[in-house]
């Protein structure tokens, strides 16, 4: 989760710059809004506990759901689930935070994001080809290639719940 989650997270932190040097310095009254706890207060923290309590719900449901219902289907596995729940997170927190929450965008948090989130579908196929064949219950040895990344559902279900997150968020 770190590996792929932590650099949106640098990256805002580091080239996030909703306003002006100049501007900031011309008007100090601006420096009061995080001196009040206007930008950071329980009442907010609650609001973003919320949040991602429900954009959990929206994954794990719409997970479950589909998955529920293809039980005919060779990629219905709860590692196709697993690796479809945690692949729509770490797009998620990655267009959250690079795209829905940054101002400043520049190229390089579209570079962090192409990083992370290529990242992960270069850990899927890695661990798809240093699994051994039967090691689980679950088959992972080029299971990203053979079966789960060659299926419609897992795609179509994976963009489809991005899309709801992101207009919940947006609303």
Sequence with gaps: NTLFTSLPVILLGIFEKD???ETL???PELYTFGQKNKGFSFIKYLGWMVMGVLESLIIFYTMYTVYQCSTGLDEASLYAMGNL???VCVIF???KMLVLEMHNRTVIALGGLLISVGGW???NLFLGAIYKA???PYVVRNAFVDQIGRSAVWWLTGFSTLVALVIL???
Excluded: P, R, Y
């Design 121 to 123: 579908f270069a850990w």
């Design 25 to 27: 310095l011309a008007v």
């Design 169 to 171: 968020e947006l609303v």
């Design 134 to 136: 039967n090691l689980g």
């Design 93 to 95: 927190i990655n267009i």
């Design 85 to 87: 729940a945690f692949t």
């Design 19 to 21: 306003l002006e040097a």
